[in-house]
């Protein structure tokens, strides 16, 4: 399926998945690894010890990351990230281009440090992801509201949390409804405001009707088995 071309100011729904559809987060730490790419890759600014600021991030969140990097990243950032979930095999983003070629640099960054992580980690070489990121333009409120509630109820795949998917800690779910673990390196706003409470928002995520129609293309795209 070709991608939709990036425009400064539009967001977009991103997706990608394993080369032969194999699972690319294969514990704890290969979860925390990409979350930690994903909020800290959202500008251009340099991480230099990104093993050594991982250990600290595992413990102390997103408060680990040091004030003035914080602010650089902030300052720089070419994304605005709205929602995420990770699964075993594919991960599924909501985010907003803030400059030209923002979005592609920052996946294309994101896909070389964690494949570089996950070859050396598990002695493996070559290609991770199937091919280049797919990107779905938001065209519009209802779409934008559609695909937050797609993208959340993702880990009803797996029969642990089926029905549970708002407890599932690689998703953005739970920041839109409790509170927002990663303050402003996520920016769900453009989504929860329209909801009078975090419990309207549930109800509005199970009746959509997400995950049961897919998307089209997209649905081939992942879920084709």
């Given at each position: 399926?070709?991608?939709?071309?990036?425009?400064?100011?539009?967001?977009?729904?991103?997706?990608?998945?394993?080369?032969?559809?194999?699972?690319?987060?294969?514990?704890?730490?290969?979860?925390?690894?990409?979350?930690?790419?994903?909020?800290?890759?959202?500008?251009?600014?340099?991480?230099?010890?990104?093993?050594?600021?991982?250990?600290?991030?595992?413990?102390?969140?997103?408060?680990?990351?040091?004030?003035?990097?914080?602010?650089?990243?902030?300052?720089?950032?070419?994304?605005?990230?709205?929602?995420?979930?990770?699964?075993?095999?594919?991960?599924?983003?909501?985010?907003?281009?803030?400059?030209?070629?923002?979005?592609?640099?920052?996946?294309?960054?994101?896909?070389?440090?964690?494949?570089?992580?996950?070859?050396?980690?598990?002695?493996?070489?070559?290609?991770?992801?199937?091919?280049?990121?797919?990107?779905?333009?938001?065209?519009?409120?209802?779409?934008?509201?559609?695909?937050?509630?797609?993208?959340?109820?993702?880990?009803?795949?797996?029969?642990?949390?089926?029905?549970?998917?708002?407890?599932?800690?690689?998703s953005s779910?739970?920041?839109?409804?409790?509170?927002?673990?990663?303050?402003?390196?996520?920016?769900?706003?453009i989504i929860?405001?329209?909801?009078?409470?975090?419990?309207?928002?549930?109800?509005?995520?199970?009746?959509?009707?997400?995950?049961?129609?897919?998307?089209?293309?997209?649905?081939?795209?992942?879920?084709?088995?």
């Open positions: 399926m070709p991608r939709d071309s990036l425009a400064p100011g539009e967001y977009y729904h991103i997706f990608n998945r394993g080369v032969l559809k194999q699972d690319i987060f294969l514990d704890r730490r290969d979860y925390e690894r990409m979350l930690f790419l994903l909020f800290c890759f959202q500008s251009p600014v340099p991480i230099r010890h990104i093993s050594d600021d991982l250990e600290d991030f595992t413990v102390h969140g997103i408060s680990s990351i040091p004030n003035a990097v914080r602010e650089e990243i902030l300052k720089e950032r070419t994304v605005e990230l709205i929602s995420f979930v990770l699964m075993p095999n594919h991960f599924h983003l909501i985010v907003r281009e803030l400059e030209e070629g923002g979005i592609s640099k920052y996946l294309q960054r994101i896909g070389n440090a964690y494949t570089k992580y996950f070859n050396i980690k598990y002695e493996r070489s070559g290609y991770l992801f199937q091919g280049p990121f797919q990107s779905i333009r938001v065209k519009d409120n209802a779409q934008a509201l559609y695909l937050s509630a797609y993208v959340h109820l993702n880990p009803r795949e797996l029969p642990r949390w089926k029905d549970k998917e708002q407890e599932y800690p690689w779910y739970q920041d839109f409804i409790v509170k927002n673990r990663w303050g402003v390196f996520l920016k769900p706003a929860v405001t329209q909801f009078a409470s975090p419990r309207e928002y549930m109800r509005y995520v199970k009746t959509s009707g997400a995950k049961k129609t897919g998307l089209g293309d997209e649905k081939d795209f992942l879920l084709e088995s």
